[in-house]
């Protein structure tokens, strides 16, 4: 090699190169072996030996299941029987009385959450099995003599002995339930030919409109909020009919737009005249295209009924005048009307709802941004949300009559991300398998031991579908932090509502005789606290009732522990499937006193 200049490189000789190099290898050799000596001692080897340990545990740990300390919890107080968390009395003074808004939803922060078990009444019973629990329920059970008091002449129940005996009368119908939904099956013909399958009663009563609806194959949602008619809602689902504690005040109900195919008031004095009719604009966004609803009451018959109501003549016939205004700039139209019932269509082409678009108009086209289906939390708009267009088979006119709706893929499954008709297919099939499982589980699955069951975080209703044939109903819950699936629900002709498991569910303890969860602690375990929808599940589940938790291996043995400080028998089991990655904890809740003693 050359320089830059093109001299000839010189280098030292190769023997002086020698001796440098070698004390520069003894002294690195003498520098590492002081280095051995220091951090090589007896103490730090064992320190070494530990860390490694630490680490090799906690990735076991990571891969094994959780485990958590046992715990037990104490009972609530008596005075917490019929404790509605996100409803109590309790707290109502500190809301507004402004159209009633201290009725709505109020749920308690996190440290003011109860973590006790609610008491049953002095005297509960294990309820009356349907189809006898439609006529009557134990007293003890919903312990509430105000209506039976307020209403003895109006026939909603009565009570002998030990037991309310609820006889089908109502404010509008005092010859009975069953006249009256013959009287509007007159009026509306798809009632009896399977065109109309869901339906919602506001201000419900005792649920005997939705309980009576039952045996011609609609199911109803009866609705009521927790107000002076003492547990409205407590005694529908102790008779075994589907109901939930609800409200239209300022939020919007917690169900998707065009999804009911008929709303019903029964004298539910609700003002749907008042406030911009923004109460009637609710129930048009929740009726599908083409559905009906039904209103009997002021201020319909005004002409024959207005002596018994308070009023004037004058008064009646400008309040019909002002609803009947109303509904027509809503693209209702008056459908039927005899004697104290009036029938509105909500149409479904698109001729009237283009006439919104025009300046100055009221209520307008909602274009605000808000998503049609957002109910969860959401306030009220008052706007008309307008069918959209793209969907042709949403409208009560195209939908598949029941019960053939159930088991064909809606057309909006394909707004859901990863929908598609095969996707519901394989849900459809999937669940038909593991209910068949299930059966084996839970032999009381099918008999008259289950009757009100909730599945708690349902993708398209195939829970429910697999249970059809059963004498049983399911509330099927899609959470507010899933993916939208309710509309689904309600197009294959089932019922549901969404809702978030970090709180406490819109009804009264001991509602349910079976609950199911899949998966919803690996989903959502990172918001809610185990412990808090465990205890929420006991509190709305009847003793002696099931609950079926589908989850990963991880979490099953803690959700065991938890459910044992509940009082609560579980044993674990395999998936129809049998993989270890995945368990099946079956339990059921026991009947047990308070401790303590009554004050009564």
Known sequence: M???????????????????????????CGFSFYLGGIFCSEKDRYVTKDITKAVETAKKTAAGPLQIKAVTFPECGLDYQDYTPCTDPRRWKKYSLHRLTFMERHCPPVFEKKECLVPPPDGYKLPIRWPKSRDECWYRNVPYDWINKQKSNQHWLRKEGEKFLF??????????????????????PGMKDGSIRTAIDTGCGVASWGGDLLDRGILTISLAPRDNHEAQVQFALERGIPAILGIISTQRLPFPSNSFDMAHCSRCLIPWTEYGAIYLLEVQRILRPGGFWVLSGPPVNYEN??????????????????????????????????????????????????????????????????????????????????????????????????????????????????????AFKHDNSKWKTRVKHYK?????????????VMDMNTMYGGFASALIDYPLWVMNVVSSYAANTLSVVYDRGLIGTYHDWCEAFSTYPRTYDLLHIDGHFTAESHRCEMKHVLLEMDRILRPNGYAIIRESSYFVDAIA??????????????????????KILICQKKLWYSSKQSSR
């Open 2 to 28: 050359k320089n830059k200049d093109g001299k000839p490189a010189s280098y030292p000789d190769k023997s002086s190169r020698t001796v440098p190099m070698a004390i520069m290898f003894v002294v690195l």
């Open 167 to 188: 006889p089908g009368g109502g404010t509008m119908f005092p010859n009975g339930v069953s006249e009256y939904v013959d009287s509007m099956q007159d009026l509306i």
């Open 305 to 422: 009924r207005w002596r018994g109501w308070n009023t004037t003549i004058e008064e009646q016939r400008s309040d019909y005048e002002k609803l009947q205004e109303l509904l027509t700039s809503m693209c209702f139209k008056l459908y039927n009307k005899k004697d104290d019932i009036a029938v509105w269509q909500k149409l479904s082409d698109n001729s009237c709802y283009k006439k919104l678009d025009t300046p100055d108009i009221y209520p307008a086209k909602c274009d605000d941004g808000t998503e049609p289906d957002s109910a969860w939390y959401t306030p009220l708009r008052p706007c008309v949300v307008v069918p959209n267009p793209k969907y042709k088979k949403v409208a009560l006119k195209s939908i598949l009559k029941w019960p053939q709706r159930l088991h064909s893929a809606p057309e909006r499954v394909s707004d859901v991300r990863g929908g598609s008709d095969g």
């Open 440 to 452: 084996k589980l839970v032999p009381a699955i099918g008999t008259d031991k289950i009757r009100n």
């Open 561 to 582: 522990t938890i459910a044992k400080g509940m009082k609560w028998s579980c044993r674990k089991e395999d998936t129809e499937y049998g993989v270890e990655k995945e």
